[in-house]
């Protein structure tokens, strides 16, 4: 991984950014959140060509209980590894 690279995390709670915003920077305020539609950020992912450089940095952070639950269920799923079914 490119040490230069900035990644952009995005939680689906807020109550999720919070915690990890006050474990690393427990003595400052949180700044100014930005919310975004999934579905289109998934399309402006996905789209040929991706021009959009918007979610270049985008990382995904799941849900704590979704990360356990992965684990218990037996399927051997990469943290992050999207399964898409038409």
């Known amino acids: 991984e490119d040490p230069d690279s900035v ?5 689906f709670r807020i109550k999720d950014l919070k915690e990890e915003w006050q ?5 400052k305020d949180l700044p100014k959140v930005q919310v975004r539609e999934l579905n ?9 060509g991706g021009g959009d450089a918007s979610v270049r940095d985008l990382v995904f952070v799941p849900i704590p209980e979704s990360v356990d639950k992965a684990k218990t269920c037996g399927r051997s799923y990469k943290l992050g590894e999207m399964i898409l079914t038409k």
């Not at 990644?7 to 939680?11: A, E």
């Not at 474990?23 to 003595?27: A, I, K, V």
């Not at 950020?41 to 040929?48: C, D, G, N, S």
């Open 7 to 11: 990644s952009r995390p995005v939680y």
């Open 23 to 27: 474990r690393q920077f427990p003595d």
């Open 40 to 48: 289109e950020t998934f399309r402006a992912m996905i789209r040929p």
